[in-house]
Structures are given as structure tokens and as C-alpha cells.
């Protein structure tokens, strides 16, 4: 696929969607015409209207979307904590390739929108695994296909807040100041920890919320979980895909040198 962003002017040479230099109006044009983003919108549609089509009752219709709104965190919870950097995934050859995209790279480069968003030929699987039953259990048909377009809608938001929780920018109110601060330090002083995204009460009740880096120490494997170079000459299935060692921190993001500079140089 063509990257639509390729030649952008907040395109950084080495680095590609580099969030850490975008700015907040960049950011949104990034997210409102990224591919993903653009597919979740689509479905949206696509699922309001068939839960329209095979509607029953408004109950039917309804009750599926506050129960996936309380559903919802909890799996993906489950899934951050128990898949994502479940460490048995990238010592499999089969589920190895999976392990990598869906989580490690983020790890690797946290500011790299590429790799940020989930794809959907993961996504999109386990949001209808986890709530069309649900919703179909509920409301028949029209309950399972607005089960379906909640889990789509809040993947959207959560998609939306975590890139801003990875871009340069301070925002401006408190509580996303708050989700911010718990999302960097997931990533740069504690993996074990502050699983969630926007929503933190799963990690408040099984003991996996943390505050100030100075709760806990910082863990040696924050950038690479747990993929040391040791564990990679064992299980080498994701180095080969990557084409390099684990790394133990991102690379730094690399700034165009301007003219000024290149001429005083050469």
C-alpha cells in the first residue's frame, strides 16, 4: 500500500510517522486519513446499519452497548497483559511473527505510528470474537452487530488517545495530562504496569497501577519485553523478521541537518 504521508512536511528523514516531532494538527490528519483508522470508520457505518436492518426492539438494540462499554477495558486488559507481552508467544515459531507485530515493535519505537495502531487482521477477529456473542446473546442479530460497533467505536477512541499519549505535545486538560503520564511510564520506566489506555481500573484492582516512576524500579526490559539478545540467539524467529538484534531503547529520532549546517560542514 501507497503511504499517503510519505512526503509530508512532519515526515522526519530515518523515521516515518515520528510522533514525537508531529504536532497536534499534524497528529489529527494523521489519524482521521490513516488506513486503520479509515477501515474502523467504514465498519462503523457498516455495523449500525445492519444492527438497524435486523432490528427487533430498542432493547435489543441498546442493551449490548453499555455492556461492552464495561466489557470491553476488562478484555483488552487481558489481552495487553497476558498476550502482548506474554513472552511464550515469540518463543513459538508459529505465533512469533504475531507477537512481534502486534506489540513489540511498539515497544521497540513507541513513537512510530506505523506500528501503534493494532492491525486489523488481529483486531478485528478479536472484536467480534468478544462481542458479537454478546450482543447476540442480548438482542439476536441487531444486538451483535451494535456490540460490534461499540467495540469499534471505542477502538477508535483508544486509538486516538494513545497516539496522543505518544505525541510532543502537553495537553491541556488534567485527565489527559493523568492518562498520559501512566501511558509513558508503561513504556519508558515499567512494562509490568498501567496496562490501560484510557481506563485504568482494571490495573487498580489486580495490582498493576503505579503512579510516579519512583513507586517502583525501572524495568531492564521496558523497550524490548523481555526479547533480550540472549533470549533472541534461543528463539530467533523475530530477530529474523526484524533483520537486527533486540534493541534496548529506541533509536533517536534523526533531524534533517539544515543547509547552514551541511555547507559549514562540507
Known amino acids: 500500500m501507497i503511504n499517503p504521508f510519505r512526503n509530508t512536511p512532519f515526515m522526519k528523514k530515518g523515521r516515518s510517522y515520528d510522533l514525537g516531532k508531529m504536532s497536534l494538527k499534524q497528529m489529527w490528519k494523521a489519524y482521521l486519513t490513516y488506513p486503520t483508522i479509515l477501515l ?16 427487533k426492539g430498542f432493547w435489543q438494540t441498546f442493551i449490548p452497548v453499555p455492556v461492552v462499554v ?12 497476558w498476550i502482548m507481552h506474554g513472552r511464550w508467544f515469540y518463543r513459538n515459531p508459529i505465533t512469533a511473527a504475531m507477537w512481534k507485530r502486534i506489540h513489540w515493535d511498539h515497544h521497540q519505537d513507541p513513537h512510530l505510528l506505523e506500528v501503534l495502531f ?14 458479537m456473542p454478546i450482543g447476540g446473546w442480548i438482542g439476536g442479530w441487531s444486538g451483535a452487530f451494535s456490540a460490534l460497533a461499540t467495540a469499534l467505536v471505542m477502538t477508535c477512541i483508544y486509538e486516538f488517545f ?12 488534567n485527565w489527559v495530562v493523568y492518562i498520559v503520564q501512566l501511558h509513558i511510564l508503561h513504556h ?17 484492582l489486580l495490582g498493576t497501577f503505579y503512579r510516579k516512576a519512583k513507586d517502583r524500579p525501572r524495568s531492564p526490559y521496558v523497550f524490548n519485553l523481555g526479547y533480550t539478545l540472549e533470549e533472541a540467539q534461543l ?7 526484524t533483520g537486527a538484534p533486540p534493541r534496548d531503547r529506541p533509536d533517536p529520532a534523526r533531524v534533517p541537518k539544515s543547509p547552514k549546517l551541511s555547507k559549514e560542514a562540507s
Open 188 to 204: 519508558f520506566h515499567d512494562e509490568d504496569g498501567n496496562y490501560g489506555i484510557t481506563n485504568y481500573l482494571p490495573d487498580r
Open 40 to 55: 474502523y470508520f467504514l465498519l462503523i457505518l457498516v455495523t449500525i446499519g445492519l444492527s438497524l436492518y435486523f432490528y
Open 70 to 81: 464495561v466489557v470491553f477495558p476488562i478484555v483488552w486488559y487481558i489481552i495487553h497483559r
Open 235 to 241: 528463539y530467533p524467529w523475530v530477530m529474523q523478521r
Open 162 to 173: 494513545h497516539t496522543l499519549q505518544h505525541l510532543a505535545y502537553k495537553p491541556k486538560w
Open 118 to 131: 493494532g492491525s486489523p487482521l488481529y483486531t478485528l477477529p478479536t472484536m467480534i470474537v468478544v462481542t
